[in-house]
């Protein structure tokens, strides 16, 4: 909140706006409790409530408007200490107290009595007494109120404070996406043109040309349903199919009704990256690429498969150079999911490498 400035902010005003509506109920509330118990007491103590009703009523209007005098002094206060605020509450519980007494002793004297009468100094050290514990009740009563507001104000900025951080770690790691893929592909274009493919390195910039638009077109922090983000790494396997057509196999496991789940773009580019350069780019053979999608409960798994080429004295090892991907996307489920999301990767099988991301499964 800008305070003190000249032109207040929409927050600041928001804020305003709240306890003054606050102030105006509770003001209202409190005083009219106030009225009621005094016509009880006056009741029990032999006074007609019809007759002593005037002077309830007036009571409670200058009551009303002493309450909200000192609101608006206090909240004038509202960033000084709390001791300080205390301090100036009881003052002018004070000064309110002894004002409320003078109006209540001017009605007896107009409308109990009709003509002056010696006063009851007694009486009037009851009265102000009572309005002294009155006003300070009012007081300590609207102090917690605006602490209260404060209190709520600080975890809204807080909040908001850590969306905005979440929001850009987010954009940062969504961001890493593309240069990481980038490079890999220019390193497959590259290995097309050593081989004197150059038809098919033109067809691969092209379609990388192609891809790159669309995927720069995304939000970072929009969710996109799994069938779009499964279009769009079909269509990146299609420009690494250019290269490894011959070897490259795809299949999809899609459980039926997850077409429509929502998920954080690109999530699976760095996992299929992963496949197709640790698994077909290093075999000589045919291997298999797997996408599939489960539902499990409330959560939504992905997971992406790959044939390993390796020695079986590596089999319980990691392939090399699966580090930068595969924690981007650990980082980003775990910034954005940090209370279901989860990613875990390695051998499920002698010659099988698995990478599987869980996270709370919503629909579009």
Request: some cysteine; glycine content about 6%.
């Given at each position: 909140?800008?305070?003190?400035?000249?032109?207040?902010?929409?927050?600041?005003?928001?804020?305003?706006?709240?306890?003054?509506?606050?102030?105006?109920?509770?003001?209202?509330?409190?005083?009219?409790?106030?009225?009621?118990?005094?016509?009880?007491?006056?009741?029990?103590?032999?006074?007609?409530?019809?007759?002593?009703a005037?002077?309830?009523?007036?009571l409670?209007?200058?009551?009303?408007?002493?309450?909200?005098?000192?609101?608006?002094?206090?909240?004038?206060?509202?960033?000084?200490?709390?001791?300080?605020?205390?301090?100036?509450?009881?003052?002018?519980?004070?000064?309110?107290?002894?004002?409320?007494?003078?109006?209540?002793?001017?009605?007896?004297?107009?409308?109990?009595?009709?003509?002056p009468?010696?006063?009851?100094?007694?009486n009037?050290?009851?009265?102000?007494?009572?309005?002294?514990?009155?006003?300070?009740?009012?007081?300590?009563?609207?102090?917690?109120?605006?602490?209260?507001?404060?209190?709520?104000?600080?975890?809204?900025?807080?909040?908001?404070?850590?969306?905005?951080?979440?929001?850009a770690?987010?954009?940062?790691?969504r961001?890493?996406?593309?240069?990481?893929?980038?490079?890999?592909?220019?390193?497959?274009?590259?290995?097309?043109?050593?081989?004197?493919?150059?038809?098919?390195?033109?067809?691969?910039?092209?379609?990388?040309?192609?891809?790159?638009?669309?995927?720069?077109?995304?939000?970072?922090?929009?969710?996109?349903c799994?069938?779009?983000?499964?279009?769009?790494?079909?269509?990146?396997?299609?420009i690494?199919?250019?290269?490894?057509?011959?070897?490259?196999?795809?299949?999809?496991?899609?459980?039926?009704?997850?077409?429509?789940?929502?998920?954080?773009?690109?999530?699976?580019?760095?996992?299929?990256?992963?496949a197709?350069?640790?698994?077909?780019?290093?075999?000589?053979?045919?291997?298999?690429?797997?996408?599939?999608a489960?539902?499990?409960?409330?959560?939504?798994?992905?997971?992406?498969?790959?044939?390993?080429?390796?020695?079986?004295?590596?089999a319980?090892?990691?392939?090399?150079?699966?580090?930068?991907g595969?924690?981007?996307?650990?980082?980003?489920?775990r910034?954005?999911?940090p209370?279901?999301?989860?990613?875990?990767?390695?051998?499920?099988?002698?010659?099988?490498?698995r990478?599987?991301?869980?996270?709370p499964?919503?629909?579009?």
């Amino acid at each position: 909140m800008a305070r003190g400035n000249d032109t207040a902010s929409p927050e600041e005003t928001q804020y305003t706006a709240g306890v003054r509506r606050a102030t105006l109920s509770f003001g209202f509330l409190y005083q009219f409790m106030q009225g009621v118990i005094t016509s009880v007491l006056w009741a029990v103590l032999g006074y007609d409530p019809i007759e002593v009703a005037p002077i309830t009523l007036i009571l409670v209007l200058n009551g009303t408007l002493m309450s909200y005098a000192m609101a608006a002094t206090l909240f004038r206060c509202r960033e000084r200490s709390i001791l300080f605020k205390l301090l100036v509450g009881s003052a002018l519980s004070l000064v309110a107290a002894v004002i409320n007494a003078g109006v209540d002793l001017a009605c007896h004297f107009l409308i109990e009595h009709g003509d002056p009468v010696d006063v009851n100094w007694t009486n009037v050290a009851y009265t102000v007494i009572y309005c002294v514990a009155l006003f300070h009740g009012w007081a300590f009563f609207y102090i917690a109120l605006l602490s209260n507001f404060e209190l709520r104000e600080r975890e809204r900025r807080l909040a908001l404070t850590r969306e905005e951080a979440l929001t850009a770690q987010m954009r940062a790691l969504r961001y890493q996406v593309n240069p990481h893929f980038l490079f890999n592909t220019l390193n497959s274009i590259a290995g097309l043109i050593e081989e004197g493919s150059s038809t098919a390195a033109g067809r691969m910039v092209l379609s990388l040309s192609s891809f790159l638009r669309t995927t720069l077109e995304l939000d970072p922090m929009q969710d996109v349903c799994l069938a779009d983000e499964l279009a769009l790494q079909i269509g990146y396997l299609n420009i690494e199919g250019e290269r490894f057509s011959d070897r490259m196999r795809l299949k999809l496991d899609i459980a039926p009704g997850l077409e429509q789940a929502l998920v954080p773009s690109l999530i699976l580019q760095p996992l299929i990256e992963n496949a197709v350069k640790h698994g077909v780019g290093s075999s000589a053979g045919a291997v298999e690429i797997l996408i599939s999608a489960a539902r499990h409960g409330e959560t939504l798994e992905l997971s992406v498969e790959n044939d390993l080429t390796i020695e079986p004295q590596c089999a319980t090892k990691k392939p090399p150079g699966t580090g930068t991907g595969l924690k981007n996307v650990a980082d980003r489920i775990r910034a954005r999911f940090p209370e279901m999301g989860a990613f875990i990767s390695g051998l499920v099988a002698p010659h099988r490498f698995r990478a599987a991301i869980t996270m709370p499964l919503r629909l579009a």
